[in-house]
């Protein structure tokens, strides 16, 4: 059973800080997404990522993937309260087939204080 | 191009009855997706359909649960007799096909409430 770990659970940080949010998968897969929610809300595609060594960035944030450490961050640089929200990472059950059958981690809730 | 769209939104039932949950994929999607996400949780799958299909139901209880993608119409998902822990946001998702550069996407949800 594919199983999605993030840490941290929660997050408070201050505005103009950096910190990494990660995410650990258990069995093999190619295809790793990061999601953005805010409260009440739909899901958010922020990245897909879909081979090792891919790294993408989206204004101050950053993904990245090692497939062999089956390990996924998620880096927010300089930190603006608009970021705050909650963070989901999930992992394709089928590997290089693309079903969107996801496995999701628990999410990160981050706060940014001003 | 609208997106997917879900309804209602919002439904309360009382234990015991049934609800019903619509999805419409984004127009030229024909891959439905289905999600439960309970409070302070991450999205759990459900099932995974086509058109007139059930690809993967491995996701869904196997009682009072079901879903269906007729070939008109958006998807469906039923649950019968509901009980207080049904109680989630339901989240569909849609994809024109299965492939390595598609990607899915999620519509604005329901959220279920059973008093």
């Known amino acids: 059973e594919l199983k999605v770990e993030q840490n941290p659970l929660f997050l408070s940080m201050q505005e103009g800080k950096n910190y990494t949010i990660y995410c650990n998968y258990s069995t093999t897969s190619d295809r790793l997404y990061w999601y953005r929610q805010d409260p009440g809300k739909s899901l958010e595609s922020l990245f897909v990522?879909?081979?090792?060594?891919a790294v993408k960035q989206e204004g101050r944030l950053m993904a990245s993937l090692d497939t062999k450490a089956r390990l996924s961050t998620l880096h927010i640089t300089a930190a603006v309260h608009d970021l705050s929200a909650t963070y989901f990472c999930a992992v394709d059950r089928n590997s290089g087939a693309g079903s969107y059958q996801l496995t999701f981690g628990k999410g990160t809730k981050l706060s940014v204080i001003p | 191009n609208a997106g997917v769209m879900q309804n209602p939104r919002h439904l309360v039932r009382r234990r015991g009855q049934e609800a019903r949950l619509r999805c419409s994929p984004m127009k030229g999607h024909s891959h439905v997706y289905w999600y439960r996400q309970l409070p302070e949780e991450g999205l759990k799958f459900m099932v995974y359909?086509?058109?007139?299909?059930?690809?993967?139901e491995s996701g869904m209880p196997k009682e009072r649960f079901s879903a269906e993608f007729p070939k008109e119409g958006p998807s469906i998902l039923r649950i019968q007799q509901v009980v207080r822990g049904d109680s989630a946001a339901y989240f569909c998702a849609s994809s024109p096909w299965q492939g390595a550069n598609t990607e899915a996407f999620f519509g604005q949800g329901t959220r279920l409430t059973v008093v």
């Open positions: 990522l879909l081979s090792n060594g």
């Open positions: 359909l086509q058109k007139e299909n059930i690809i993967d």
